[in-house]
């Protein structure tokens, strides 16, 4: 690399921060604004629940098209056969075919979405190949409160569902805090937020999903309808169909939340208080560690309306400290304490600083100043911040930076906090307890037991010596032998076997086959293994 480069390096790494603040923050809000009137006009007009039907209709047309193809292809028969399909427009279908037999003829389908919109640090390879299926579905459905649940499309987003909902005094019981994370990737992913350790992962709140097979049919199923699909659909990463619809559970919800902050000097105390909360009745539980013997642990419960005594912290409103640095200063004062929050924003306590992800890119971005004059443009959108950022940004992440969600057994939460301590020293630690049903599946187990996600996001110690692959191979060792699991989004160094021991796929392999999904779909490690992401 050459002088000129290297400086070039440094100042794209040095000061991102600049592109992030005139380019990426006006350009974010300027999204925020056209998507917001867009989805007004679609409610005003209420014309999404109609289009439904024709919108999945387009899926299994591209799905059909996309098995004709691979007839034609792989028998030569003539073309008479891909333009048979009615109502499919005959230039898109030339395009498609042109292109998935640019990519050399590939059987395999994925979604369309690109993958610099995804929840994730890198994007799969796949996307370049694979044969791609628009599934253009962003609408709120339904929302039914005599059954106390709401249909949505796989597109919908966090931020827009608790919109949806809150007004009319509703939630879904999981609300993942990341607004942009969307109700497909949190099904066939995973979900998980502070009100887990009642409720579940996030597919424990769905009671019905609406599918396109890979012959292009369309099933709509519950867990009594048709077990094995319902109970394989979550973590199956869409290697089994595409979403079309979900219906989740929905509860009733207040304005307000009461939420309760206990510091602990030790990690014996951090633990015990944080499995004792778990188990207790609060409706959120949440930790944060900002050194190994040192975090708050947080319980909270919602509250019709604050007496006039209480004084309502608005933590969502732009000139307000980051959340975790908020909840930081309570380990100064040593004292519990509690305030009242808007329950959206403490929903969206992550959104404004993207946990602790922001510190590194915007240095400055809690600056009291900062954030009087810009708060109200943070945070860049996550898709924005990936689509524009440079290889040399990427290098740094990749050697520099560890993001990795492990799920382990809460009786194992002390020694993997000593465990993730010795191997990366990354603070502030992220725990939230969750509650692991005996239901079947990827994660299927003998009894329900108590979960804990810690979640490490950000740079290791220079003390530890931190080697990206080593380091997350020896904590996925470690996972393993406690009965655990590592989040999909992020990269497994895992080999195949050792990611087949990890997730059960008895159920998935049966289910696979029987719906003729090899052909169609991979599976979910060669979508989510490190070599199959870039
Ligand atoms: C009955 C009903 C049906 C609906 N049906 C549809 C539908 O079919 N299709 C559809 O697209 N929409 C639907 N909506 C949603 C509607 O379009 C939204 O209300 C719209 O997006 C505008 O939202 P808002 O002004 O209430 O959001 P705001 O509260 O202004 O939120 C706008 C954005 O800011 C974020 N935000 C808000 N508060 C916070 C906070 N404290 N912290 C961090 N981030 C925050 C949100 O996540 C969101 O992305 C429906 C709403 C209702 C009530
Ligand atoms: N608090 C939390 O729980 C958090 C969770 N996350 C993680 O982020 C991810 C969600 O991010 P998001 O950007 O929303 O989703 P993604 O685009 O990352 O989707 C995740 C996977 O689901 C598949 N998928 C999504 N929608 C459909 C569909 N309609 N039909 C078929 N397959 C589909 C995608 O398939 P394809 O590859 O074909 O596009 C992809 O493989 C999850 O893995 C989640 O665990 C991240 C942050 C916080
Ligand atoms: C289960 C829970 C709570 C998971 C939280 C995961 C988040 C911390 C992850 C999800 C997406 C994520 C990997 C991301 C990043 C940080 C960590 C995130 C936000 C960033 C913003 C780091 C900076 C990078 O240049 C880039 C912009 C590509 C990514 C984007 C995705």
Redesign the pocket.
Known sequence: MGKGDQLLEHVLIKYRWLFVCFFLLPASFLY?LW??F???I???L?S??GKHASKVQKVQQQVVFAKRAETFYFKRSASINIINIKTFPLTIIFFQVREWNKNGQQGHMCTARPGWQTMSFRQGLYKKSFYKVEVNL????E?DTENKTVRVEPL?????????????GWTIPIVPEI??LTVGGLILGTGIESSSHQFGLFQHICVEYELVLADGSLVTVTKDSDPDLFYAVPWSYGTLGFLTAAKIMIVPCTKFIKLNYKPVYSLNDAVKEFSEASASKNQFVEGIMFTLNKGVIMTGNMIDEPQPCDKVN????WHKPWFFKHVESFLVTGKRASEIL?L??????H??SIFWELQDIVPFGNNRLFRLCMGWLMPPKISFLKLTQTDAVKRLYENNHIIQDMLVPITNLKESMQMFNKETKVYPIWLCPFKLPADPGMLCAPKERMFVDIGIYGVPDPSVNFKPMETTRKIEEFVQKCEGFQMLYADTYTTKEEFRRMFDHTLYDRVRSKLACTKAFPEVYDKVSRAARY
């Open positions: 925020e998507s917001y867009r989805n007004l679609v409610f005003k209420s999404a629940p962003v609408d709120v459905l929302i919908v987003s966090m931020g827009q569902l608790s919109a949806s909902l809150a007004p009319l607004d942009d608005k933590i969502g409103l808007p959206r924003d403490y929903y969206h306590r959104t404004r």
